[in-house]
């Protein structure tokens, strides 16, 4: 009997695949969707303190590789997230489900978490420190300073599982510096990666989503590569107490493999899901499940990070 079961934080989840925050979970109905379809969990849509609208339509475009999107944290505000997560914690109180969530500043983000650490919430908080989309905002987590700032101020109050989904690295100095940094802190996870930030796609003669005059988070097949370089380095930097969640240009079980061969105990599908609906976790687990039984791997511990080097 082969088994994709995992746990983060101690939680146990009986499929290691999930929605990447963004897709398919604005709002409660989506949410469910994926809470009722194959998915181990689900993450919400990153929440503000406040209800935004987000950037102008078109900001979400697929394309033939992957997605393109700049819709720039349009999301329902913390409390719509927090009030169906608590509904959850009754009606479901066997299963975990995960708060993304970010402030439009670093004082908003210490009101949304201590507001989180004073409710009844018994999940999981992703700190999302890498929208690329937000006008004037650059992503957070490629300036360390202020993350480590972030983090030391947060940690002082937050007692609650607490993760950071973070931007693609490209540098192998900073992967060395992220998670010097990171690894300072209680952190339970990081998510590697969000969409690599400020691509171009041009149909014609003419961009395809309207703000940022058509820059975008890029998704999907192009981002393999880079999102299994960043599970990896991470994977061989952090302290062993700090998961990794894998994410990017998951649309196959193969894929899936790759992100937990290179250290990922959980599998985020953001892209693939937008295309394809919550249908991809039944396919994408079913292929993950023939190759771990083609290999006589029965649970994810037997391959996880075990990827293998061409030595000498
Ligand atoms: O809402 C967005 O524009 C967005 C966010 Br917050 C994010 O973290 N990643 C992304 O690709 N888009």
């Given at each position: 009997?082969?088994?994709?079961?995992?746990q983060?934080?101690g939680?146990?989840?009986?499929?290691?695949?999930?929605?990447?925050?963004?897709?398919?979970?604005?709002t409660?109905?989506?949410?469910?969707e994926?809470?009722?379809?194959?998915?181990?969990?689900?993450?919400?849509?990153?929440?503000?303190?406040?209800?935004?609208?987000?950037?102008?339509?078109?900001?979400?475009?697929?394309?033939?590789?992957?997605?393109?999107?700049?819709?720039?944290?349009?999301?329902?505000?913390?409390?719509y997230?927090?009030?169906?997560?608590?509904e959850l914690?009754?009606?479901?109180?066997?299963?975990?489900?995960?708060?993304?969530?970010?402030?439009?500043?670093?004082?908003?983000?210490?009101?949304?978490?201590?507001?989180?650490q004073?409710?009844?919430?018994?999940?999981?908080?992703?700190?999302?420190?890498s929208?690329?989309?937000v006008?004037?905002?650059?992503?957070?987590?490629?300036?360390?300073?202020?993350?480590?700032?972030?983090?030391?101020?947060?940690?002082?109050?937050?007692?609650?599982?607490?993760?950071?989904?973070?931007?693609?690295?490209?540098?192998?100095?900073?992967f060395?510096?992220?998670a010097?940094?990171?690894?300072?802190?209680?952190l339970?996870?990081v998510?590697?990666v969000n969409s690599?930030?400020?691509?171009?796609?041009?149909?014609?003669?003419?961009?395809?989503?309207?703000?940022?005059?058509?820059?975008?988070?890029?998704?999907?097949?192009?981002?393999?590569?880079?999102?299994l370089?960043?599970?990896h380095?991470?994977?061989?930097?952090?302290?062993?107490?700090?998961?990794?969640?894998?994410t990017?240009?998951?649309?196959?079980g193969?894929?899936?493999?790759?992100?937990?061969?290179?250290g990922?105990?959980?599998?985020?599908?953001?892209?693939t899901?937008?295309?394809?609906?919550?249908?991809?976790?039944?396919?994408?687990?079913?292929?993950?499940?023939?190759?771990?039984?083609?290999?006589?791997?029965?649970?994810?511990?037997?391959?996880?990070?075990?990827?293998?080097?061409?030595?000498?």
């Amino acid at each position: 009997m082969v088994s994709t079961s995992t746990q983060i934080a101690g939680f146990l989840f009986d499929n290691c695949l999930m929605n990447a925050a963004g897709v398919a979970c604005m709002t409660k109905e989506e949410l469910a969707e994926v809470k009722d379809s194959a998915a181990g969990t689900f993450v919400t849509k990153t929440a503000t303190l406040e209800f935004r609208q987000g950037n102008p339509e078109p900001r979400y475009q697929d394309v033939p590789l992957g997605s393109i999107n700049s819709m720039g944290l349009p999301n329902n505000g913390l409390d719509y997230y927090l009030d169906y997560l608590l509904e959850l914690q009754e009606s479901e109180p066997n299963r975990t489900f995960f708060l993304s969530l970010v402030g439009m500043s670093p004082e908003e983000t210490h009101t949304i978490l201590k507001k989180v650490q004073a409710s009844d919430f018994k999940g999981i908080t992703e700190l999302n420190l890498s929208c690329p989309n937000v006008p004037g905002k650059p992503q957070i987590a490629y300036d360390f300073e202020t993350t480590e700032k972030i983090l030391s101020e947060v940690f002082a109050y937050f007692k609650k599982p607490l993760g950071i989904k973070l931007p693609p690295y490209f540098d192998i100095v900073h992967f060395d510096q992220a998670a010097e940094i990171f690894n300072k802190y209680p952190l339970k996870f990081v998510n590697c990666v969000n969409s690599i930030g400020n691509g171009l796609y041009i149909e014609d003669e003419s961009v395809v989503i309207r703000p940022k005059n058509g820059f975008g988070g890029i998704g999907g097949q192009y981002i393999k590569p880079t999102a299994l370089a960043n599970v990896h380095a991470f994977y061989q930097r952090l302290k062993p107490e700090i998961q990794i969640i894998g994410t990017g240009g998951v649309l196959t079980g193969r894929d899936a493999f790759e992100h937990i061969l290179c250290g990922a105990s959980m599998v985020q599908v953001g892209t693939t899901l937008h295309k394809e609906g919550v249908v991809a976790f039944e396919r994408i687990t079913a292929e993950l499940k023939t190759i771990m039984e083609e290999k006589g791997y029965e649970s994810l511990e037997d391959f996880r990070g075990k990827l293998k080097y061409i030595e000498g």
